[in-house]
């Protein structure tokens, strides 16, 4: 059997997407799939062993050059890879209309969620079986229900198994302890203040961790060097690719971050982390699985599920104001008593 799955962002998405991949080959023997996702994350579903092709597309950077010329040619090109194969099944485990669009130009029987489960609601054209899959569930058991019943197998009862294949990610090899800190976010409420990141940073150090910080854009960039410039012992990561960076965090004693797609990607690797929650609600999109922590804001307006916080901005600051609430003591705090692991000591 082979699948197509139409999974195309964010890094979050298409991360909890992979268990039910997992799933499916341990459901079906022989099962294969190819995958449709965001060219900006294309490394990902090739880490898993049952993925065969990845189909990126480039709707966001299309979005951002409409009315050109190659943008023409680009589709032309992604239609002909998209039908280059007949599938068994087309899974659309996004439920939105750009990728209902995707789903229907592909050949197969095509399946996704029904009226009640998708987040847009008039997507009826695309599909040939619809299914249900409460709104209320955890964004991984979502796709891992859609496929369990797209597919025709029980669902397991199982933890989610991410699956991927370490070896495209071996650890890095380097001498001292670390940690990393995954502090950018795209949505402003969910900022954790710049003061908290580097006092945690030096909490950090003077525990004989060094911070790793990475980055994603120029206002990340400049937090970084702002938390490293604040730090007797931490380095702002070069921009790298996602295979570089799972390196980089497979190697971790522990991940620190706000609610990113990032975070996830150390859910996946098995490192243990610690997410801020306040704007949104770990019950739906949470980390999920051994070593993963969720501290979540003590405050009347949270989660609120909105991407700028207007309490930060009648007090014009550039975070959450809930987030406040959470300390770096308690943060810190909980980092060490869950998750790093004791420092060898070498008897002479």
Not at 220 to 242: F, G, M, N, T, Y
Request: glycine fraction near 6%.
């Amino acid at each position: 059997m082979r699948v197509l799955i139409v999974k195309t962002s964010s890094l979050g998405d298409v991360l909890h997407t992979l268990p039910a991949v997992s799933d499916a080959s341990a459901a079906i023997s022989g099962i294969r799939f190819d995958w449709v996702v965001e060219e900006a994350f294309a490394e990902i579903p090739g880490w898993h062993p049952a993925v065969d092709r990845v189909v990126p597309v480039a709707t966001r950077r299309w979005r951002r050059q409409i009315g050109r010329v190659r943008i023409g040619s680009e589709l032309g090109c992604f239609r002909t890879m998209l039908r280059a194969r007949s599938y068994d099944y087309i899974i659309d485990a996004q439920g939105l209309l750009k990728s209902a669009v995707m789903t229907r130009m592909a050949r197969g029987r095509r399946c996704g969620l029904d009226r009640q489960s998708a987040r847009e609601r008039f997507l009826g054209f695309a599909y040939q079986q619809r299914f249900n899959v409460p709104k209320a569930m955890h964004a991984v058991d979502r796709v891992r229900h859609l496929f369990s019943q797209a597919l025709d197998y029980v669902l397991p009862q199982s933890e989610p198994q991410f699956g991927l294949d370490l070896s495209v990610s071996e650890k890095a090899t380097l001498a001292e302890p670390y940690v990393i800190f995954f502090h950018g976010t795209h949505w402003a409420s969910k900022h954790w203040p710049d003061s908290y990141w580097q006092v945690l940073a030096q909490r950090a150090n003077n525990e004989g961790y060094r911070v790793y910080l990475p980055w994603g854009n120029r206002a990340e960039q400049e937090r970084a060097h702002s938390i490293a410039a604040s730090s007797k012992d931490a380095q702002v990561v070069p921009r790298a690719s996602l295979a570089d960076l799972a390196q980089l965090l497979a190697g971790a004693q522990a991940a620190v971050a706000v609610d990113t797609g990032l975070v996830h990607l150390a859910t996946a690797l098995g490192v243990p982390s610690v997410s801020l929650y306040g704007a949104s609600d770990p019950a739906l999109t949470g980390t999920r699985g051994a070593g993963q922590i969720q501290l979540s804001v003590d405050y009347p307006c949270a989660p609120c599920l909105q991407r700028s916080c207007r309490q930060a901005s009648v007090q014009q600051i550039g975070y959450g104001a809930c987030y406040a609430s959470l300390t770096p003591d308690r943060v810190w705090r909980t980092v060490e008593d869950n998750m790093l692991r004791p420092k060898m000591v070498v008897n002479e």
